[in-house]
């Protein structure tokens, strides 16, 4: 029905900022230290993980208001935040993705 709550059922919903306020931005912006890459990666890791079938959604996200320590990134529905990552960090977030669905 339209306007109302939907329970969501993912075990794990990645977001990763891959906000671009341009060369010229007052503040860092994580596309710039590489964020598509690392999600395109991280989505391409879990999807190698054959994770049951819904269970698991890694979105791009608009700016998570932590640029100063990009590239960032948040896992729910846990709330754990990530900082300052790479975009190697692949296997670490990778990781709290299998961890979130396997409720450890
Ligand atoms: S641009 Fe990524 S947290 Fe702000």
Redesign the pocket.
């Known amino acids: 029905m339209k306007g109302n709550p939907v329970e969501a059922n993912y075990k794990a919903h990645l977001f990763i900022?891959?906000?671009?306020?341009g060369p010229n931005g007052k503040?860092?912006?994580?596309?710039h230290a590489g964020?598509q890459e690392l999600r395109d990666q991280v989505k391409a890791g879990c999807k190698e993980k054959n994770f049951p079938k819904g269970s698991v959604r890694i979105n791009n996200?608009?700016?998570?208001?932590?640029?100063e320590?990009?590239?960032?990134a948040v896992l729910y529905p846990e709330g754990r935040w990530f900082t300052n990552l790479k975009p190697t960090d692949v296997n670490l977030l990778v990781q709290a993705v299998e961890e979130a669905v396997k409720g450890k």
């Open positions: 900022c891959t906000n671009d306020r503040r860092p912006s994580c596309c964020s996200s608009d700016c998570l208001d932590r640029c320590n990009g590239i960032v």
